[in-house]
């Protein structure tokens, strides 16, 4: 198996945890923090395998719940089951295009906090929900609509820079070269 | 396209994150100081090219405007070392009434300045991390304040480097408080809680449990009351927005304007015991 992948996942999740606990623009502009791990579970779900789907899910969900008051593990098995779904039918998604990523990224964005607020609710925990959570949500589904087609472009780009290229093949075959000339 | 193996690896992940998610709230807090431990070398990071882009600006900032800002600072300065004095003679005018009047001898409030490394990445709390820990004396349940003195939170979880802490506004955070209605003594109580209709304004919260027949008002200060041993009483909190009287008519609830802006915090004091 080559790692090389997991690894740019693996870093890239905790980049994006790092981003999201210390960036707050989104937070001020749009009135909530964009979660960029259903995006890069997204991609890694279309891209790789099963091995690296549990291991961004159980690093990215750690990582993510120990910067915040949720309980370890409560956003582990939401991207877990993002993942989970998407690999498994991926054969069946149109990957290359643009608007399949858009749809699967707004649709990890929309399910991530779902998930999340589920286990939270159902282990008694308050968190902070209102109407205003709507909001909340619409930006959060919309921003992982928008970053996820952006992700494929960085991980292609980075893809590309780092691992090796297969040599293409030509049509040229030299025992059906057609020798001209009189030798 | 799962394979057994597949399985057998699903359900002990499953396994795992319900035994974690039961951890007792210690425990918790503790696992997660340490996992979030390798984030300390990039927040170390972002400080220090947060302090590098400040001197930039400094080194580009016009003589005339330097001294100008020493002037200020220096008349400020004085401003402040007469009303130190003043402070001394009423503190220690203060103290010997209290001794007179047999009360407890109140200390002087110890803080320490901290860093905002992190803000909670989950839309649906409101707590930060700060670059101080046990190791320089923090302990949970200290109060914390903004730097201009107003009440932020307190101290949840503590780390050797680092703590986290829970801001006002979360709904884990309930703080005892008072409204001073009319003159020094007559005040009325209540609790602070989150703001549950509008959680992403993060300025403004509740306060409960105030008398059916308050006589709170818009515009009045709120402040700590200084029950319950956490937080000392008389940090302010914030003014009354309105009010509105609970559909069972028994309490009145008021509306509260944070008077720290939690939202754009660099840097916090840690009151120390």
């Known amino acids: 198996m080559n790692w090389r992948p997991s690894i740019f996942i693996l870093a890239a999740a905790f980049l994006a945890v790092f981003l999201e606990a210390s960036v707050g623009v989104f937070r001020h502009w749009f009135g909530a923090q964009i979660d960029l791990l259903p995006t890069l579970m997204v991609y890694t779900a279309l891209t790789n395998g099963f091995a690296t789907i549990v291991l961004l899910a159980v690093c990215g969900g750690l990582w993510f719940d120990s910067l915040s008051l949720n309980p370890l593990g409560a956003s582990v098995l939401p991207l877990l089951g993002i993942g989970l779904l998407i690999y498994r039918s991926r054969d069946l998604l149109l990957r290359e295009h643009v608007f399949a990523r858009v749809v699967l990224g707004l649709m990890a964005g929309a399910a991530q906090p779902l998930g999340t607020l589920f286990i939270l609710l159902n282990l008694g925990l308050t968190p902070l929900l209102g109407w205003a959570s709507l909001w909340q949500w619409v930006v959060l589904a919309l921003g992982g609509g928008v970053v996820t087609p952006l992700c494929f472009a960085l991980f292609d780009r980075l893809h590309r820079a780092l691992e090796y290229q297969p040599v293409t093949q030509t049509s040229f075959r030299p025992d059906r070269e057609i020798k001209r000339g009189r030798g | ?273």
């Open chain 2, 1 to 273: 396209m799962l394979k057994k193996s597949h399985y057998i690896i699903l359900i002990f992940v499953v396994l795992l994150m319900l035994a974690l998610l039961r951890l007792p709230g210690g425990t918790m807090g503790r696992l997660k100081l340490a996992i979030s431990g390798p984030f300390v070398a990039l927040f170390g990071a972002a400080g220090a090219t947060r302090e590098l882009t400040s001197h930039a600006e400094d080194a580009l900032t016009p003589r005339s405007e330097l001294q100008r800002q020493i002037g200020e600072l220096r008349r400020q300065n004085q401003d402040l070392q007469l009303r130190l004095q003043q402070d001394s003679q009423l503190w220690s005018e203060n103290a010997r009434l209290r001794a007179e009047a047999g009360w407890a001898r109140q200390g002087r409030w110890k803080v320490k300045l901290a860093r905002v490394i992190a803000r909670d990445p989950a839309n649906w709390w409101r707590s930060l991390e700060i670059d101080l820990g046990a190791r320089d004396g923090l302990r949970t349940n200290l109060p914390v304040l903004t730097p201009d003195g107003a009440l932020a939170g307190r101290v949840l979880n503590v780390g050797e480097t680092r703590s986290q802490v829970i801001l006002l506004g979360d709904p884990n955070l309930r703080v005892a408080a008072k409204v001073a209605t009319s003159g020094l003594t007559n005040f009325e109580t209540g609790i602070i809680t989150a703001n549950s209709s509008a959680p992403q304004e993060d300025g403004m919260i509740d306060m409960d449990h105030l008398s059916g027949n308050s006589a709170a008002q818009p515009g009045q200060n709120v402040v700590t009351w200084g029950v319950g041993g956490v937080f000392p009483g008389g940090i302010p909190i914030g003014k009354i927005v309105d009010t509105r009287t609970t559909e069972n008519g028994l309490t009145t609830e008021a509306r509260v304007m944070l008077a720290a802006k939690l939202g754009a915090l660099e840097e916090v004091w840690v009151m120390l015991p």
